[in-house]
Structure formats: structure tokens, C-alpha cells
């Protein structure tokens, strides 16, 4: 969604504070119908100019330009304004806005919070369902009774249902309140200000020709009585994002760390998100390892922060709630969180015009829950995968489905990762497999791999033979082609009686932990992007007693703590 902004927000909390509410006037004596007047021939900028109650609105109006008066108020559309009276706002403030540079934000947050392009009269009883949806796009309030008076957004209309020839004017005894959106809100509050500089940094603003009012051609070129920007955000989405932070037609609850809080997350983030120099085809430069490392340490802390109000339907349990974040697959299903040990740790609470905001100094989330997430290669997976040689070797992939294995048998219940797996075969002759790890962080791991036995699912345990593996861990370092060895296991053997997890072990054969030095996180799925690498090799030599064969299940990175 897109933001029109002549600038982007960094003045937004200076507009609406004690300079819209230099004074104002209580209407103790209800409300004043005023009866039919003969305007039916006169504009809604023709009456609001003659009026002397509404001079400063007017004066507001014409500070923005005399082609806003007319873009608002011509002929060929219907308006209901609900006009703020004399001395009820402080005008000049908002002048000194305009001449500062800022005529959108003023025409934004103080204009467009007191009109609607559709008709809305003061009549019957109106309760706090009727919403008025602005020209600002914010909903407010318009509900009262002829008795007791009408409220708009809260203020008392002291004179109601001036009809005009292409619209309805009220007059307000106060201004209307600008009602913050959550995206805007961000910007507000100082315990927070960290999360808000983050994420208004991938604000992008662009002139809009097809928005802009076009004036004459001076010297060739071509000028603009209003020259419109948009202000576009990619984190603004739910795909990798934020949630649309910035729309009013959706409605969040977002949970926000402090600054103190993100410090600390962050901190955790940015050492697992350290990037090499190596990315084929071309180097990373310094720019583009600052730039990745900015990015993923950032928005992977913020990732869950999002719940859609309007998606809370989907989730069973009124005690857990789903993130909008969709940063892995629409198919893929999303976590839930226990709403409780979220709302526990809320310190402030903001009610917003899309939803509430709710600051914490603490988030029921880990680093494994955010980030430092378990990688996984299918032996399946082609695209990742080199066999050095294919002399003496038949490779294929084998599909495993329920009804393959028989109900009877000690394999009933075993299930395979994808309902298949790879298979390089061989009688004699070495087998040696090497599969990239794309997305891996310079974060500490477990490695395992999944054997499958030889002969399943109808494997005969007297004479199954297991296979023996040299399991190698390495990375591609620096600019060129270098491989660093981070771990190596030797003669290592599966149970052949069962689909086998075999793990990187120490020499007394407990399961190694390694530290990948570089993060690799790119997520594009090209081999050629990924340095980080496992090979799987069966011995030279030939032995009676062992299957020379790979039956390749998976390969699983599992993320652990980093050594103190």
C-alpha cells in the first residue's frame, strides 16, 4: 500500500498536540438545528468563505493552495464537511506547517480529518456504529439524537445540516482528533524509536506524474501546481514484512519491543548474520554484506511482533494466536503463541484507527522460535546435489508410500522425510555425494544425516548390511574458491534394522557441535550462491560386510546455542 506524502513522517507528532487545541468551547446548550437556507445555488467553498465563523478553517484551506479548495469542493462531487469554528484551533501553527514545506501532512492530518465525499445529515438517532470513512481514509464517529445533539469524532456539532449545492456542512465546536495508525504511531513513542527507525528506513518516495496537478510549460519543461511523492515500503507486507502497517481497512495487534529489548535481540541476531566475502558469481561488497546483514539481523527479530486481528478467526484456540507473518510459504502452516505469555509483558497499550499497539519489555520468543531455524536437504533434492563420479553407479530416487510397508512388520510406523528418498548404488566401486546447505547462519549446529536401510521397506534383518560413511563439513571462504574443512567424521556406520540418524561426532563419539563461521542466508535456492557444503563418501576399499551404496533420506542442520 502506498503513503502520499510530499516528505516522509518525521514531523507528524508536532501537528496534533497543543497547537490544534488552543482552545476550546462547550456547547451547554445543545444542539441548533439550523432550518433550510437558500444555498441551494452556492458551492461548499462559496459558503464556508462567506461564513465568519469558519474564517481560520478557510485561511488553513487557502494556505494549501487555491487548487486544494477546488479540488475538494467543485461541482461534480457531493461533500459533508464538518467545519472546525474560529478559535478552536491554532491556526498559524498549522500555516507556519504549510510554509515549512509540509502542506500534505497538514492537508492529511488536519483537513481531510473533517470531510467525507458522500452526504451525512444530523438526523434521527445515530449510535456509534454509524463510521464515516474520511477522505483521509480514517473512520470516525457520528452518532447523537435531535435531544441530547450530534458528536462527530467526538466533538460537539454546534450547528448542524447547512445544506449547500453540492454537499452538507456542519460547524464544530472543537477539531476533530487525527487518529494515528499504527505505522504512523510508531514514529511517537520514544520507548520504541529503535524498531521505528528500522523499519521508516526502507521508506522509498517517488514522484507521481499521474497524481500531480499539472500547471503551465515554462522554458520547455513541463511544472506542477502540486507535485505529488508516494511513499512506498517493502516491509510493509506480510510476505517477509510487517503486516500492512499502513492501511486502515485492516486491523492488527502488534506487540513492540523497547528499545532496551531490541537492543538485546538484535545483539544475538547480528552475530548469526555475518556474511562472507564469497557469493558466486560475483564477490559480496562490503555494501551488500552491510546491507544483507542490516536487514535479516533486523526484520528476523521483528517477525512474529504482527497478529491480524481479522486472521484470528482461522485459529481454533480462543488462548492461542497466529502471527501475520508469511515468510516462509502460504502453504506451510504458521506457529501460534500463547496469548497470554505475550499480553503479560505489555507495559503500554495504544488504541489505534487500525488496531492496537502494544509495547513489551520482553517476547516469549528465542532465537530458534525468530531465526535459528533447522535446515533441511532432501536426498532428492537434484538441484543441490553433485556426484563426483557415475562409473559403477546407479542413482535413483525411490518413493515410500504407507501402503508400501507391510502393517505386520517392525516398520509399520516409519515414515520417510518427503515419502522418499535418493539412492546412489554401487557393487564395488566408491560413492562419493556433495550437497550444498543453502541458508545456513554463522550460528552453531548439530549435523545429522538419514540412512536408509538397504533393501527397504522390506528389509531382512539377517542379512541387511550398513553402510559406512566419511562425512565432511566445509565452506567456501573469502573471494575465491578456497574450502575450509569444519568438521570431519570418519567410518561411520548405520543401523541397517532401521531408518538411521547419523550424527558429526567427537573421537569419544558424542554428537559435534560446529560453528559455522559465515552465513549464507540469501534465500534464492541457487547452488552456485552457497559456500556451505556436506560430503558424503563410502570407503576406498571393498568389504564384505557393508553396503557400498547411499540411501540418502535427508540432511539436518540443527541449530544450537553458541558456546559462552
Excluded at 504511531?185 to 517517488?206: C, G, H, M, P, Q
Excluded at 497478529?307 to 510459504?329: F, H, K, L
Aim: negative net charge; contains cysteine.
Amino acid at each position: 500500500m502506498n503513503t502520499i506524502f510530499k516528505h516522509k513522517i518525521l514531523t507528524g507528532a508536532m501537528l496534533f498536540g497543543a497547537m490544534l487545541f488552543a482552545s476550546s468551547c462547550d456547547d451547554s446548550e445543545g444542539l441548533k438545528v439550523t432550518p433550510e437556507v437558500p444555498y441551494a445555488d452556492k458551492t461548499m467553498f462559496e459558503v464556508i468563505t462567506s461564513d465568519p465563523d469558519l474564517s481560520d478553517f478557510v485561511e488553513v484551506l487557502n494556505a494549501c493552495g487555491a487548487h486544494c479548495a477546488d479540488s475538494l469542493f467543485n461541482h461534480s462531487r457531493v461533500y459533508t464537511l464538518w467545519a472546525p469554528t474560529d478559535g478552536t484551533f491554532n491556526k498559524d501553527s498549522l500555516i507556519d506547517e504549510v510554509e515549512a514545506g509540509n502542506r500534505e501532512l497538514v492537508f492529511k492530518y488536519f483537513i481531510e480529518s473533517h470531510i467525507a465525499n458522500h452526504l451525512r445529515a444530523a438526523s434521527g438517532k445515530l449510535d456509534e456504529s454509524n463510521k464515516i470513512l474520511l477522505l483521509n481514509e480514517k473512520m470516525a464517529t457520528f452518532e447523537g439524537d435531535h435531544i441530547k445533539g450530534y458528536t462527530f469524532s467526538g466533538q460537539t456539532i454546534s450547528d448542524a445540516n447547512i445544506r449547500v449545492w453540492n454537499g452538507v456542512l456542519h460547524k464544530l465546536s472543537s477539531p476533530a482528533r487525527y487518529k494515528y495508525n499504527i505505522w504512523e504511531y510508531l514514529k511517537l513513542d520514544s520507548r520504541i524509536d529503535s524498531v521505528a527507525n528500522f523499519l521508516y528506513a526502507y521508506d522509498v518516495t517517488e514522484f507521481s506524474e499521474s497524481q500531480s496537478v499539472a500547471g503551465p510549460i515554462k522554458d520547455g519543461q513541463q511544472t506542477y501546481l502540486d507535485s505529488v511523492f508516494v511513499t512506498k515500503n517493502d516491509l510493509l507486507n506480510s510476505w517477509n514484512g510487517v503486516g500492512m502497517l499502513n492501511t486502515e481497512d485492516s486491523t492488527y495487534t502488534v506487540y513492540v519491543p523497547t528499545n532496551e529489548l531490541w537492543t538485546q535481540m538484535h545483539e544475538l541476531a547480528y552475530s548469526h548474520f555475518n556474511y562472507n566475502q564469497r557469493r558466486q558469481p560475483n564477490s559480496l561488497t562490503i555494501e551488500d554484506r552491510d546491507s544483507l546483514r542490516n536487514l535479516y539481523s533486523r526484520i528476523n527479530v521483528l517477525k512474529y511482533i504482527t497478529y491480524s486481528d481479522n486472521e484470528q478467526r482461522y485459529v481454533d484456540s480462543p488462548d492461542s494466536v497466529m502471527p501475520a507473518w508469511q515468510g516462509t510459504s502460504t502453504f506451510v502452516s504458521r506457529p501460534l503463541f500463547a496469548k497470554a505469555q505475550l499480553e503479560e509483558n505489555v507495559i503500554h497499550e495504544e488504541p489505534l484507527s487500525n488496531g492496537t499497539l502494544k509495547i513489551v519489555d520482553k517476547l516469549p520468543y528465542t532465537e530458534f522460535d525468530l531465526w535459528h531455524d533447522t535446515i533441511k536437504m532432501e536426498g532428492e533434492q537434484e538441484s543441490m546435489r553433485t556426484l563426483a563420479s557415475t562409473s559403477g553407479i546407479t542413482i535413483n530416487n525411490i518413493i515410500v508410500s504407507k501402503d508400501d510397508i507391510a502393517k505386520d512388520t517392525t516398520w509399520k510406523d516409519t515414515k520417510l522425510s518427503g515419502g522418499s528418498y535418493f539412492q546412489a548404488k554401487s557393487d564395488r566401486n566408491t560413492v562419493t555425494l556433495t550437497y550444498k546447505l543453502p541458508d545456513a547462519l554463522s550460528a552453531s549446529y548439530e549435523v545429522a544425516v538419514i540412512i536408509v536401510p538397504e533393501g527397504f521397506p522390506t528389509v531382512n534383518d539377517s542379512t541387511a548390511r550398513p553402510s559406512e560413511l566419511t562425512l565432511t563439513l566445509s565452506q567456501l571462504a573469502g573471494s575465491g574458491n578456497k574450502k575450509e574443512t569444519l568438521y570431519t567424521t570418519t567410518a561411520v556406520r548405520n543401523n541397517p534394522t532401521r531408518v538411521d540418524t547419523i550424527y558429526l561426532t567427537d573421537k569419544q563419539g558424542a554428537r559435534a557441535v560446529v560453528r559455522v563461521p559465515y552465513c549464507e542466508y540469501y534465500r534464492t535456492w541457487n547452488k552456485d550462491d552457497y559456500g556451505l557444503e556436506l560430503e558424503l563418501k563410502t570407503p576406498n576399499r571393498n568389504y564384505r560386510d557393508l553396503d557400498k551404496s547411499i540411501r540418502l533420506d535427508a540432511i539436518l542442520l540443527i541449530p544450537v546455542k553458541d558456546a559462552e
